[in-house]
């Protein structure tokens, strides 16, 4: 089981209290639910997305560089992600080829979390 979260996740400062209180619940969900499935075959983990270019976030960019060029800067990759690259990371966490990584969160966000800042 792959859950979809986000950087705040992972760290403090990305959102409103309540997105960020979520999302650390989300951890707990994770690893809660890994100590009490593993045994039985079934890994849980997350992907943390940074800033990734979606149809929901795409009125951010086109609105101009307010939104994108910090982005750009925050981010140690110089942009902000593609949805087919969460996408591969959940797959590969789904996949065979990650059979004994469970109870985690994986940042997919281009090293934000990583240098943790965001401008």
């Known amino acids: 089981m792959v859950l979809n979260s986000g950087v705040g996740e992972l760290v403090g400062g990305f959102g409103d209290g309540g997105q960020q209180a979520a999302k650390h619940g989300l951890t707990g ?4 639910a890994t100590g009490d499935c ?3 075959g079934i890994r849980v983990n997350a992907v943390a997305p940074g800033v990734v270019r979606t149809p929901g976030s795409e009125p951010y960019f086109e609105a101009g560089p307010e939104f ?4 750009a800067r925050s981010t140690p990759l110089g942009r902000p992600g593609r949805a087919a690259e969460v996408a591969e990371a959940a797959a590969w ?16 966000d281009g090293g934000i979390t990583a240098v943790r800042r965001f401008d």
């Open 93 to 108: 966490l789904l996949s065979d080829r990650a059979s004994y990584v469970a109870g985690v969160a994986l940042p997919v």
């Open 68 to 71: 994108a060029a910090p982005v």
């Open 38 to 40: 593993a045994r039985q």
């Open 29 to 32: 969900l994770v690893k809660a």
